[in-house]
């Protein structure tokens, strides 16, 4: 069954009466390179379970399946599995899950579904989720190599910016914390169904061994990180003082410690000046 022929993919569509939920973020993908491209890419290959966020009508799920040992996908559209029956039924190593993946247990996934086997992440995501979805992925510490993703152009930049620029922000900082991104090719518009109005692109990160902090410090500096950013056009003294709750004082001195001006502004540090300034505040506070 080809996924990526608009006639085949309408056909399907219409006996199952499914129209497109906007609020779930649906735009399938039908052009025929992208889904082979993002699946090799994204470490599905023999030796591999690879973990898909959102399904759709399985046109990915396919391609993960044709290489990789086993998938589990987590597809929170009830209305999808009756299709997916159909559209995956030769693969007899697919399982979907039937929830959100903000709240399934994805460790228990990962830990049940691929044993022996190395996992990796790849998905076309939900956009309305991007960001919280790769946070989650990250900071739950999930045993794979990587993370392989369709996103918007304009979250792409953003996370594929430099920590330190002006184009960075709170999620620039996260993905960079815990592993390395890299931008892997672009995707227009009208290689969707529906069609969104935006482009995209699909990035990589490929996740740290281990972490660069330990769980408390860990913990405060996505404090600093978080409440620095949310005021971003303002000092740190005067973003963190608010959203910390904390006096100026120990921000200067934190500062001072790294040589940095007291009237820096998060988004002029980098990730190394980022994890200094976030240690040396917390032992002033
Ligand atoms: N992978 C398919 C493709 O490329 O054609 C579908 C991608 S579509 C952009 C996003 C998919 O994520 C939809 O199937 C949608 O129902 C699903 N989705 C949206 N929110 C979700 C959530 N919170 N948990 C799991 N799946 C979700």
């Known amino acids: 069954m080809n996924l990526t022929n608009i006639s085949t993919v309408r056909e399907i569509l219409g006996r199952h009466g499914f129209n497109f939920s906007k609020g779930l973020g649906q735009n399938f993908i039908i052009n025929p390179d992208i889904c082979p491209k993002i699946a090799e890419n994204g470490n599905a290959r023999p030796g591999y379970g690879v973990l898909e966020i959102g399904t759709g009508i399985g046109v990915l799920t396919k391609e993960l399946a044709l290489r990789a040992d086993k ?10 599995l009756p299709i997916l029956a159909e559209t995956l039924a030769e693969f007899d190593n697919v399982k979907i899950f039937n929830e959100d993946v903000m709240k399934a247990d994805l460790n228990a996934i ?9 996992a990796a992440v790849c998905a076309n995501l939900p956009y309305y989720i991007t960001s919280p979805v790769l946070m989650l992925l990250l900071e ?8 392989t993703v369709m996103v918007q152009k304009e979250a792409a930049q953003r996370l ?14 996260g993905v960079n914390y815990y592993g390395t991104v890299t931008q892997l090719f672009g995707v227009s518009r009208g290689s969707f169904m529906p069609a969104p109005n935006v482009d995209s692109a699909v990035i990589r990160i490929d996740v740290n061994g281990s972490p660069r902090l330990n769980p408390e410090d860990e913990k405060f500096f996505f404090k600093v990180v978080k409440g620095g950013f949310s005021q971003r056009r303002k000092t740190m003294a005067n973003s963190l003082a608010s959203q910390l709750g904390i006096a100026k004082q120990p921000v200067y001195d934190a500062l001072n410690a790294l040589g940095l001006p007291e009237a820096s502004r998060i988004e002029a540090l980098d990730m190394e ?3 200094g300034f976030s240690q040396e505040l917390k032992n002033r506070i």
């Open 140 to 147: 739950s510490r999930l045993p794979i190599d990587s993370i």
């Open 110 to 118: 990962i830990s049940q579904e691929f044993k022996g086997l190395r």
């Open 273 to 275: 000046q980022l994890i």
């Open 71 to 80: 998938v589990a996908a987590v597809e929170i559209d009830t209305r999808l």
């Open 160 to 173: 594929c910016a430099k920590v330190g620029s002006r184009e960075s922000g709170a999620i620039t900082v």
